[in-house]
Each structure stands twice: as C-alpha cells, then as structure tokens.
C-alpha cells in the first residue's frame, strides 16, 4: 500500500526535526570552533541556558523520532509547534526583521528563508493532523 501524502510529509517533518535536535546537541563537540546552543540561549536572555538547549534538543528528537515511527503524532505535533512558537518569538523574527544575535563574534540572524521555513513545517504540523473525512491517514483510526 503506498504511504498517504500526510504520511510522506509527516516522515520528513520528522527527519527534520531528528536532524536539527542532533545537531544542536553535537555543537559542543566542535571544540568550541562555533558557540553552542545553550550559549546562544543564553545571548538571547533565556533563563537556564545549559538546561534549557538540551531539553529543546530532546524534544526536537524525540518528537520526531514519534512523527517517524507515527506514534503519538497529535502530542508530538504539539510539543514541536510549541518549539517552533518559540523559535519564532524569541530568535528568528527579532533576529531576522531586528538586529542580529552576535555570538562568540559569529553574526547569527537576518536569515531570510528561515521565518517561512518554520511557518511552513508549523502549517504542516497542523495539516499532518487534520481528520481526513476517507480516515486514509493511518494514525486518524480511533
């Protein structure tokens, strides 16, 4: 049976999402050659940084390793819309229509792809979970 375009669409949300967890997570690993996530949270004026980034990057894994595996997929959904929100409020609009973050001397902002990039994946959490009235979406079963 081939996989519904949700379904697709669902999946790649979800690489995405395991890909940039990952990413932020293995930062320190650079040796210090680019700042760390934790580091730029706390730029930002984010309360506990070192405990903040490492939950984010949590949630951004395992949601999406939910979204992959098509568990969970409304609760998932919703921790990684609120991560987006928050993205959205706190970096990429101030950083991209303000001044940008200056980070250990790296200028980090004024990124114009990434306020459509995350408003598409955050409409695309949201048309993941529509009720489908042919109940194709294999996760839309009671």
Known sequence: M????QRIAQTIIGITFVFA???????PLAGG?????ALVLGEMGLPQ????A???????????LALIRDRYRKQASLVLGSVLLGA??????PSTFGS????????LGR???????????????????RKDAAGSHPSAAP
Do not use: D, Y
């Open 2 to 5: 081939r996989p519904s375009p």
């Open 21 to 27: 967890g990952t990413g932020k997570l293995l930062l």
């Open 33 to 37: 050659a680019v700042p760390t996530f």
């Open 49 to 52: 940084p070192e405990l903040l």
């Open 54 to 64: 490492p939950c984010i990057c949590g949630m951004e894994i395992t949601g999406g």
């Open 88 to 93: 959205l409020a706190t970096f990429s609009i």
């Open 100 to 107: 940008p973050l200056v980070v250990q001397g790296f200028e």
């Open 111 to 129: 990124e114009f792809f990434r306020i459509p990039l995350e408003a598409g994946l955050l409409a695309a959490l949201v048309w993941i979970n």
